[in-house]
């Protein structure tokens, strides 16, 4: 590679590179600029300034490059006439000069550099009095790195120094040939490949990388910053660490920042991005430039391990790095497959500064402030040393992914983490949440004290009942209870109950289902004093027998059909034997303190666990509801809910306490839309509950639309997003989110869901009264917001704990830590609170969802399911494979057809969001409490894992590249399906590549398609022997169908190649063989042909070679369509049968010969269309050979790594076609022309399918909401796959009944010039 | 308003430093013997990174040395930076 200078400059070094490469993606981005400004305070020698920092820019000759998008790649000049000059602001008149020219060079910093065609680099000095001025540099991060501005800037104070003295400075800075020296020597050197190996080595076992945040790390422009000045005792606490364990302070601080990042993220390691300076032992040490490199740092979390050993562990690994820091790591990230922005090679970046980097101007004061140091992707901490002995933390963020406060959290939090980690022996003890933040959590969120009458719920519901005696009470099946009836039957029924010996401290079991009498019973129990237990006889006998046999109640109520289950285990009282008169026996009264009711959980070890709820909590929660909501006699509340799942407790006896109706509904109507909605219209229904799976499947019943309620309730589940906002679309109600469970009487947050709530995911809310929740670590500390951790509840609501398990009760209810005396109940659950003191529930603290390192929001995948309007229903879980790995699973319901909803799927959702798994089933299973039974799911059959393993040689090496390509945690099986795995056309092409390399051939995307498992790869690998295709042979068949069925031949458009119609062959429903037809002249040793009929006679001859009957169906996009046309004449001339004919948006040649020449560029601009990008929108790019595959090889695609040959038989065939088309005249075709057209495309051109008039029978036209270029892409397939089927269907109908023939076409080109391929 | 770097440059310099106390604390960073550190060994041979040697760098400055830690970094060699050390302590005189 040639250094030396001469008149086409020097290509870009590594260094340089990837920055070039991610500006030309993100060309508007201003963040490319880095800056800062200096604050100069005192009597500034003007002249000796200006002649300094001439000086200075005339040695940093990195100033004056520009940047050549030349043919062979980009390549960088110098050019003097760019080289900055300093530019004199005079703002003193301002009002506030300083506030000016931050206004100024706001300005200035927000303006994007094109590196082509603007100079790099500006120096201005703005004179803000006659002794203040600001000095402000804005250098492309190109030319320069954070180090490099310390050196050029300290020069400039050198030789101002100088000047002033009448001394000389020292030498003058090195030139950029040092660099490029250096650069070059890299490249080809031992070292790099050593390098090379040591970070392959480092990151095999690649570590699952999250950041502070979730989303892309792609830089915003601008960011947020905050910052704090760590106080001198820390920092002499650092220093004194520093000293005695002989590591260097900065490596400490990047130690803490590691642990600190690890609190967050939870996962068992982190890895931080860390700047090199890439300058020790160079000779470009002194050269301002760009050299700087990111180390990516993996930190594994060691629980327990004193502080000494993590940081020494941690300064090794910093060490090590560094000796390996010359390796870039965009390198790396190709190396590793870090591909795609989500994809991430580390999370935070730790930049610290250990000297202060303001110039030294004598008899100036200066103040320095850095405003940009490149992009900011994630987050930055920067520790910047300043001053005397001063060290500021800055936080810098990406403002997409985090907001202002959350900066600012996190700068003060971190300050405090790292105080805390100098003053402790293990970095366990250390606390993540600031002393202010834990306060702020265990106080201020939770200051919930209200004052609640403390009385029983008997007593609440007597009140209401001598309250309005005549008011309707109870309604069920058309028959009412007023107040007045349920007072004298149920305190009938009490009596009786007393009689039997109930009471306070004994349980009456109800077995009833849902009726007047279970309204009664539950009412007498507690009049009674007694607590209810009710029991669900659809449970097995067993699991009663085991209720029964430990709950030992008094009574039971059922009725006299299920009566002899009970009897062996108490006394059955049954309704017809039910008193109607008061007994003269005075009822017993309860207090507070006694319980109210029992409700059996199922424990997670089988046994079943009773929950013991006193009167007291109960009371707080009811309460709280009235009064919150505004319940009261008007209010009509439906009880649909098993009385063994407590959210039926308030469904019961909210409406009884508060003097509203109580609508009973019928036994199973809970399970039945249908049925809920006509019972909400007969009995107008105001208030309703349910748990969210039954609310989806409500929701999408007719006739529960439009219907007016005053309010929902939602709890039992995580009420999706997505499901709130359906709610709204379909419904008129308040929709509030409930969250608790049975162990702190019923729900213990809310959160108000409403038409306007944007919220995602949805929260659990806030506490109700008299309630605490905390979320804590692992070591009972109280978490910041946004921090995940173990789910806590306290308060007036918790159960007096399980019933006779005193062992289980002391395991989940504990001591409060916070408040002296009290209990708290350990959920289970995790969650983390918002900054406004919403809690968000995670899960359960058994599972996490990851999908592929990426955290994956089921709820989206269901919304997606449900939009594409092929399904009724749908539940989506994680589960993790025979393998162990993770995978998504859909269950799905009402689909007609699985096979067409994965189709569709993939465009929807990005690709590690598509279900590995769809199942379809009939309805989705519940549990007896309506809640989705996840336990009963069938197990899903993921494609082909679980299968046989790989066995040939040629299987194990084709899995393994399976596996590399894709991604795939672990080596698929024999009969894993490429494209079901989640492979696309493109990475269908790198995998043919990678197999040429590994193997010396490949059989081909034919074969790939064909049969696209690893098996049937490696077959056609050791079939094909030592024949080597490649995917570009003139016929490949894209897939394989209904042999019954006749096959479609595609006709590559202007590019050649075939492939993109592989996702519209596979989109095609019957599946039928799809063949694509290439150039033959992609093949360097094949001529091009003398014009376009030849070439339709060559494709003729090759279709029937294959298959010597019709119909033919034949499709073609752009000049892929002229010549379909062309060989439908063709075919019809030999007078063989023609069947479909369709043209993707293809005009005939008349349209074009008077076109101007297509651009030399024409085919570079179709390899770029077939990787994916838009050649318009890359405007830097410049249109050379060179410069492209470069481009495609830093983007990763794999067309970058095409050999020579096809890369020539591409941009040669392209040309060619070109002419072609120019020269070609149509003949008229006898039969119509089916056309695609690419309706959003074509404005105020005269393209339209009108122009085929003269040369077909005529034409039917489908509009697809397409541009031209996309209408192979994934969403317009999904339009044009079944309307292609639909036509080729019908084709084949109407040759059954008449005897059609010949088929349409009279095909015609599109835009020759157009960059598709 | 007095320049804290200026309150560094006032600041009663220490003991003048000496080849053989920069080795010494070159071994202790590296921790390594003394009798390791070869005049003309290439210090990064020998396992120093950036941070320790701007760490040592910043260190020697403490006396109140003008010390340029790109001049330490384009040679880092004991030999060679002894060179820069001891004309800056013969500048000051």
């Known amino acids: 590679m040639a250094v030396s200078p001469d008149s086409s400059g020097w290509p870009l070094t590594e260094a340089q590179s990837g920055l070039w490469y991610a500006q030309r993606l993100d060309p508007a981005n201003p963040l490319f600029n880095t800056g800062q400004y200096i604050e100069l305070v005192g009597a500034l020698d003007l002249d000796a300034f200006r002649s300094a920092v001439t000086t200075a820019v005339e040695e940093a000759e990195a100033l004056a490059l520009r940047v050549v998008d030349a043919a062979e790649g980009p390549r960088q000049l110098l050019e003097p006439s760019r080289r900055p000059r300093l530019e004199v602001v005079d703002v003193s008149g301002a009002a506030d000069p300083l506030a000016a020219a931050e206004a100024d060079i706001a300005r200035d910093m927000a303006t994007p550099i094109d590196p082509t065609r603007d100079p790099l680099a500006a120096e201005r000095l703005f004179m803000l009095g006659p002794q203040r001025f600001v000095w402000q540099q804005r250098i492309h991060h190109l030319a320069i790195d954070g180090y490099g501005m310390i050196l050029l800037t300290q020069r400039a104070a050198d030789l101002y120094n100088a000047r002033r003295r009448g001394t000389t400075a020292g030498p003058a800075l090195p030139g950029l040939d040092v660099v490029l020296a250096e650069d070059a020597a890299y490249r080809g050197s031992d070292k790099r490949q050593a390098d090379a190996a040591y970070w392959r080595e480092t990151f095999a076992g690649q570590p699952e990388v999250v950041s502070l945040a979730a989303g892309a790390p792609v830089s915003a422009f601008g960011f947020h910053r905050r910052a704090v000045e760590i106080d001198a005792a820390t920092i002499a606490r650092l220093h004194g660490l520093a000293r005695e364990s002989s590591i260097p302070w900065p490596d400490l601080l990047t130690a803490f920042c590691a642990a600190y990042v690890q609190r967050h993220t939870g996962t068992p390691e982190v890895v931080l991005g860390v700047p090199h300076m890439g300058r020790l032992g160079s000779k470009a040490a002194r050269v301002p430039a760009m050299l700087m490199n990111v180390l990516p740092l993996r930190v594994a979390q060691q629980p327990g391990v004193t502080r000494a050993d993590f940081l020494a562990s941690v300064a090794r690994s910093l060490m090590k790095a560094r000796r390996h820091g010359r390796y870039r790591s965009e390198q790396l990230r190709r190396d590793l497959k870090l591909i795609g922005r989500q994809r991430r090679l580390h999370g935070p970046l730790v930049n610290v500064l250990p000297f202060d980097e303001t110039p030294r101007f004598e008899g100036l004061h200066a103040r320095l402030e850095v405003l940009s140091a490149g992009p900011v992707d994630d987050i930055t901490f920067t520790f910047r040393a300043h001053g005397a002995g001063g060290l500021r933390l800055e936080i810098d963020a990406n403002p997409d992914l985090y907001s202002a406060d959350e900066a600012l959290a996190h700068a003060r939090r971190l300050d405090a983490f790292i105080a805390g980690a100098l003053a402790a022996e293990r970095l366990d003890e250390v606390p993540t949440a600031t002393p202010e933040e834990a306060r702020r959590h265990l106080v201020e969120m939770n200051a919930t004290a209200h004052e609640v009458p403390d009385v029983t719920l008997t007593a609440l519901v007597e009140a209401a009942m001598r309250r309005t005696p005549d008011a309707p009470a109870v309604r069920f099946e058309g028959v009412e209870l007023s107040y007045a009836e349920l007072e004298r039957r149920s305190a009938a029924l009490a009596g009786a109950l007393t009689d039997a010996g109930a009471g306070p401290d004994s349980l009456v079991a109800v077995a009833l289902p849902r009726s007047l009498e279970l309204i009664v019973a539950l009412v007498a129990v507690l009049r009674a004093g007694a607590a209810y237990l009710p029991l669900d006889l659809a449970h097995p006998d067993e699991r009663l027998a085991r209720i029964l046999g430990s709950a030992k109640p008094r009574v039971v109520l059922a009725r006299e059909a299920d009566a002899g289950r009970l009897r062996p285990y108490a006394t059955v009282l049954v309704p017809e034997a039910w008193p109607t008169e008061i007994g003269a026996a005075p009822l017993r009264v309860p207090v507070p303190d006694d319980a109210a009711y029992v409700i059996y959980t199922s424990g997670s070890t089988g046994e079943p666990k009773g929950v013991v709820v006193g009167h007291r909590a109960i009371v707080n929660r009811l309460e709280w509801m009235r009064e919150h909501y505004g319940i009261g006699p008007g209010e009509r509340i439906v009880q649909k809910t098993p009385a063994t799942f407590d959210v039926s407790v308030w469904e019961f006896f909210l409406p009884l306490i508060a003097g509203a109706v109580l609508v009973v509904a019928p036994p199973e109507a809970h399970r039945d839309p249908l049925a809920l909605a006509r019972l909400f219209r007969a009995e107008k229904v105001t208030t309703a509950h349910f748990v969210p799976s039954m609310l989806a499947a409500f929701l999408a019943e007719p006739m529960a639309r439009g219907l007016e309620l005053r309010q929902v309730f939602c709890s039992g589940e995580e009420l999706p997003a997505d499901l709130r906002d359906r709610f709204h679309r379909t419904l008129s109600a308040e929709l509030h989110n409930l969250y608790g469970p049975t162990e702190a009487a019923v729900d213990v947050s809310y959160w108000p869901a409403g038409p306007d709530d944007r919220a995602r995911p949805v929260p659990i809310g806030f506490p109700v009264w008299n309630t605490r929740l905390y979320v804590l670590d692992e070591a009972m500390r109280p978490q910041p917001p946004g921090v995940p951790g173990h789910l806590f509840l306290a308060g007036v609501q918790l159960a007096h704990g399980y019933l006779g398990r005193p062992d289980l009760t002391a395991e989940r209810f504990l001591a409060d830590p916070f408040v002296p005396g009290e209990r708290m109940y350990r959920s289970g659950d995790l969650a983390y609170y918002r900054p406004d003191g919403a809690v968000v529930f995670l899960g359960r603290s058994d599972h996490q969802i990851k999908i592929r390192g990426l955290r994956v929001e089921l709820g989206e995948i269901e919304a997606a399911i449900m939009q594409s309007g092929l399904a009724r229903q749908c539940a989506v879980v994680a589960s993790r494979d025979a393998a162990g790995t993770q995978r998504i699973v859909a269950y799905v319901v009402g689909v007609e057809d699985v096979a067409v909803l994965r189709e569709r799927l993939p465009a929807r959702l990005p690709d590690y969001m598509v279900p590995s798994a769809l199942v379809a089933l009939d309805a989705l299973p519940v549990t007896a409490n309506g809640k989705l039974d996840r336990a009963a799911l069938p197990a899903p059959e993921f494609s082909g894992s679980g299968g046989r393993p790989p066995e040939t040689p040629s299987e194990k090496r084709v899995a393994a590249l399976f596996r590399e390509v894709l991604g795939l945690d672990d080596e698929p099986a024999a009969e894993d399906d490429f494209f079901t795995l989640g492979g696309d056309s493109l990475q269908a092409v790198a995998l043919l590549l990678r197999l040429r390399e590994a193997a010396g051939r490949d059989p081909g995307l034919a074969a790939l398609f064909a049969a696209p498992s690893v098996a049937g790869l490696a077959g056609a690998l050791d079939e094909q022997g030592a024949r080597a295709d490649f995917g570009l042979e003139p016929l490949v068949r894209l897939t394989e169908g209904d042999p019954a069925l006749p096959p479609l031949f595609a006709i590559h458009p202007a590019g050649g190649l075939s492939w993109c119609y592989g996702g519209l062959a596979r989109a095609l429903a019957p599946r039928r063989s799809v063949y694509g037809l290439q150039a033959p002249a992609l093949s360097p040793d094949k001529p091009l042909p003398p014009n376009l009929e030849t070439l339709a006679a060559d494709y003729a001859r090759r279709i029937r070679a294959l298959r010597s009957t019709g119909p033919y169906h034949l499709l073609g996009w752009s000049v892929g369509g002229i010549l379909a046309q062309a060989v439908a004449v063709e075919l019809r001339r030999q007078g063989a049968e023609v069947g479909v004919v369709a043209l993707l948006d293809a005009y005939p040649s008349d349209c074009w010969r008077a076109e101007p020449e297509p651009a030399p560029d024409a085919a570079l601009k179709a390899l770029l269309a077939i990787a994916g990008h838009d050649p318009d929108r890359l405007p830097g790019l410049a249109l050379s050979r060179a410069s492209v595959v470069a481009f495609l090889r830093a983007s990763d695609s794999p067309l970058g790594t095409l050999s020579d040959t096809a890369l020539d038989g591409v941009v040669r065939v392209v040309a060619g076609n070109n002419r072609l088309v120019r020269g070609h005249h149509h003949a008229r075709y006898d039969g119509p022309l089916t056309f695609f057209r690419a309706a959003l495309d074509h404005e105020g051109r005269d393209l339209t399918p009108a122009k085929w008039a003269a040369y077909a029978d005529h034409i039917d036209v489908v509009d697809i909401a397409s541009l031209h270029a996309h209408l192979t892409g994934r969403e317009a397939t999904m339009t044009i796959a079944p309307a292609l089927g639909a036509a080729l269907e019908a084709c084949e109908q109407s040759r059954k009944t008449s005897c059609a023939t010949m088929a349409c076409a009279d095909a015609s080109p599109s835009s020759p010039e157009r960059a598709e391929a | ?93």
């Open chain 2, 1 to 93: 308003m007095i320049d804290p770097t200026e309150i560094r440059r006032l600041a009663e310099p220490r003991e003048s430093l000496t080849m053989d106390g920069m080795r010494r604390d070159i071994a202790a960073m590296l921790h390594e013997d003394p009798s390791e550190i070869g005049e003309a060994d290439s210090l990064l041979d020998l396992g120093l990174d950036s941070m320790r040697a701007m760490n040592l760098v910043l260190g020697w400055s403490e006396g109140g040395l003008d010390l340029e830690f790109s001049e330490f970094a384009e040679d880092p060699t004991l030999a060679g930076w002894w060179t820069i050390v001891a004309r800056q302590q013969a500048q000051r005189g």
